[in-house]
């Protein structure tokens, strides 16, 4: 008996082994995908990033609107940043790469829905969600925010707690398309402040727009004079983001 246990115990421990050997090379493709996000991504200021639904096809509302925000962004001198992928990725991509400034990819690698598009300048594959999630926040000088599913409600969430929080410098989040967001801005105020889960000043975060002349104008009334240049005090939360 005592032989077994000793015979499952070293097959446990060469178990371990393999698994803490393959946990270690994981650190290192981390940090290859930052590493090259920051070399690549660390000059395209002005930027904005944009989320929504990998399904919606051309042809969909959403899809138009997407790719005229797009295009008025770029137009407006914004490099457009996006997921990379199909549906609103693509048209909001499409948009900006008919428009004046770049457009931008950060594709993920998944067993189903996500291909790349095709209209970037600049495509960066990654691996690992949170490695992504980073290269979306800390370049963006606003967040769009369009009708989508888990993955946009995972962003938008990730950008709320990360300003709510302190841990990154407040931008504006906009959320397009009043009739689709109107069920989940009634449920935040309802439940999230009304049950004292967040204060009502956090719905301040974010703002409903409808049209790409309201998320351009948007953007530029919130930064004023001041210009898109973080001040010291903000590089400094970037930096440690």
Same mark, same amino acid.
């Given at each position: 008996?005592?032989?077994?246990?000793?015979?499952?115990?070293?097959?446990?421990?060469?178990?371990?082994?393999?698994?803490?050997?393959?946990?270690?090379?994981?650190?290192?493709?981390?940090?290859?995908?930052?590493?090259?996000?920051?070399?690549?991504?660390?000059?395209?200021?002005?930027?904005?990033?944009?989320?929504?639904?990998?399904?919606?096809?051309?042809?969909?509302?959403?899809?138009?609107?997407?790719?005229?925000?797009?295009?008025?962004?770029?137009?407006?001198?914004?490099?457009?940043?996006?997921?990379?992928?199909?549906?609103?990725?693509?048209?909001?991509?499409?948009?900006?790469?008919?428009?004046?400034?770049?457009?931008?990819?950060?594709?993920?690698?998944?067993?189903?829905?996500?291909?790349?598009?095709?209209?970037?300048?600049?495509?960066?594959?990654?691996?690992?969600?949170?490695?992504?999630?980073?290269?979306?926040?800390?370049?963006?000088?606003?967040?769009?925010? =369009?009708?989508? %599913?888990? @993955?946009?409600?995972?962003?938008?969430?990730?950008? /709320? !707690?990360?300003?709510?929080? *302190?841990?990154? &410098?407040?931008?504006?989040? =906009?959320?397009? %398309?009043? @009739?689709?967001?109107?069920?989940?801005?009634?449920? /935040? !105020?309802?439940?999230?402040? *009304?049950?004292? &889960?967040?204060?009502?000043?956090?719905?301040?975060?974010?703002?409903?727009?409808?049209?790409?002349?309201?998320?351009?104008?948007?953007?530029?009334?919130?930064?004023?004079?001041?210009?898109?240049?973080?001040?010291?005090?903000?590089?400094?939360?970037?930096?440690?983001?």
């Amino acid at each position: 008996m005592k032989a077994e246990v000793k015979r499952h115990l070293h097959r446990h421990s060469e178990d371990l082994d393999a698994i803490r050997s393959r946990e270690s090379w994981k650190i290192f493709r981390m940090m290859s995908e930052f590493v090259e996000g920051f070399e690549q991504l660390a000059c395209i200021r002005p930027s904005v990033s944009i989320f929504g639904s990998a399904r919606s096809q051309p042809g969909n509302a959403y899809y138009g609107l997407a790719e005229q925000i797009g295009r008025a962004l770029s137009d407006a001198g914004f490099t457009v940043v996006t997921g990379g992928g199909p549906g609103l990725m693509e048209a909001a991509n499409k948009g900006a790469y008919a428009g004046k400034s770049p457009s931008i990819g950060l594709n993920i690698q998944l067993p189903h829905e996500q291909r790349a598009n095709e209209f970037q300048d600049l495509s960066l594959k990654f691996r690992h969600f949170f490695t992504r999630k980073v290269m979306f926040v800390k370049y963006a000088s606003a967040y769009v925010v =369009l009708p989508g %599913g888990f @993955g946009t409600l995972d962003e938008l969430g990730e950008i /709320l !707690t990360l300003i709510q929080t *302190g841990k990154t &410098m407040p931008i504006p989040i =906009l959320l397009v %398309g009043s @009739g689709f967001w109107k069920g989940f801005v009634d449920w /935040l !105020t309802a439940h999230m402040v *009304g049950e004292h &889960m967040i204060d009502a000043t956090d719905l301040s975060l974010f703002k409903v727009v409808d049209t790409p002349a309201e998320v351009v104008k948007t953007i530029f009334e919130y930064y004023g004079e001041r210009g898109f240049e973080p001040s010291a005090e903000e590089r400094e939360t970037l930096l440690e983001l």
